[in-house]
T-cell receptor, first 115, second 116 residues
Framework: AQSVTQLDSHVSVSEGTPVLLRCNYS??????LFWYVQHPNKGLQLLLK??????LVKGINGFEAEFKKSETSFHLTKPSAHMSDAAEYFC?????????????FGTGTRLKVLA | DAGVIQSPRHEVTEMGQEVTLRCKPI?????LFWYRQTMMRGLELLIY????????DSGMPEDRFSAKMPNASFSTLKIQPSEPRDSAVYFC??????????????FGSGTRLTVV
C-alpha cells in the first residue's frame, strides 16, 4: 500500500528566505503525487502535481517540487517566503485499490513565516 | 465555475441530534469524496462515490454515519445520532475524468461541526 511521510510537523522561516517542506513516499509503482495547501479556516487548494511527466514540477505562487525516485522524495520548495505562505501543507499520494483511486494524505506541515 | 459548494459552513448541535451535511460537486465531475479533518487524526477519507455509486465506505466510522448521492449534483453526509467526538471539519471534494486521482481533486471550504 502507498503511504506518505511528512518529515516536519512545523517549519518556521523568515520572510524572504527559502522554504523547504519535506515529503517521502512509499509506493510499489510509479505514483501520482500532489501538494495541497490549506490556509486557516479554508479548504484545500492544489499547489502542484506530479504525474510521471517532468520530474521538476512548478506550481502556483512560486512553489515547485522535485520528484526523486531514488530517494522516494517529493520535497516542496520556494525560493523566497512571503507572509501569505503561512498555512498548512499536505503531501498526497494517490492509491489504486480494486480499480478505484483515492488519496493518501500526509499528516501535514504547518509553515510559519516570520516578519 | 463556483467550485465545490458545501453547506452549512458551521453547524452547532446537541448530542443525540441528527446532522446533515450537504455538498454540490463541480458540474461534470464524476467522483465525489467525503473527508473528515481533526487535530488528532488529520484528514480521513470517509466515503467515495463514482458516478453516484458508493465505491468505498470503509472509512465511515460507525453505523451512525451514512452518505447518499441521489444524483450527480448533490450528496449528503448524515450523522444520527451525533456525539461530541464527531466534532470536526468535514470536507467534500470532487474530481473529473477517468482518473481524478491523477489530475487532482477540488475541495470545498468545509463544514465545521461542533457537537455539544
Amino acid at each position: 500500500a502507498q503511504s506518505v511521510t511528512q518529515l516536519d510537523s512545523h517549519v518556521s522561516v523568515s520572510e524572504g528566505t527559502p522554504v523547504l517542506l519535506r515529503c517521502n513516499y512509499s509506493s510499489s509503482y510509479s505514483p501520482s503525487l500532489f501538494w495541497y495547501v490549506q490556509h486557516p479556516n479554508k479548504g484545500l487548494q492544489l499547489l502542484l502535481k506530479y504525474t510521471s511527466a517532468a520530474t521538476l514540477v512548478k506550481g502556483i505562487n512560486g512553489f515547485e517540487a522535485e520528484f526523486k525516485k531514488s530517494e522516494t522524495s517529493f520535497h516542496l520548495t520556494k525560493p523566497s517566503a512571503h507572509m501569505s505562505d503561512a498555512a498548512e501543507y499536505f503531501c498526497v499520494v494517490s492509491e489504486v485499490t480494486s480499480g478505484t483511486y483515492k488519496y493518501i494524505f500526509g499528516t501535514g506541515t504547518r509553515l510559519k513565516v516570520l516578519a | 465555475d463556483a467550485g465545490v459548494i458545501q453547506s452549512p459552513r458551521h453547524e452547532v448541535t446537541e448530542m443525540g441530534q441528527e446532522v446533515t451535511l450537504r455538498c454540490k460537486p463541480i458540474s461534470g465531475h464524476n467522483s465525489l469524496f467525503w473527508y473528515r479533518q481533526t487535530m488528532m487524526r488529520g484528514l480521513e477519507l470517509l466515503i467515495y462515490f463514482n458516478n453516484n455509486v458508493p465505491i468505498d465506505d470503509s472509512g465511515m466510522p460507525e453505523d451512525r454515519f451514512s452518505a447518499k448521492m441521489p444524483n450527480a449534483s448533490f450528496s449528503t453526509l448524515k450523522i444520527q445520532p451525533s456525539e461530541p467526538r464527531d466534532s470536526a471539519v468535514y470536507f467534500c471534494a470532487s474530481g473529473g475524468g477517468t482518473t481524478p486521482a491523477v489530475y487532482g481533486y477540488t475541495f470545498g471550504s468545509g463544514t465545521r461541526l461542533t457537537v455539544v
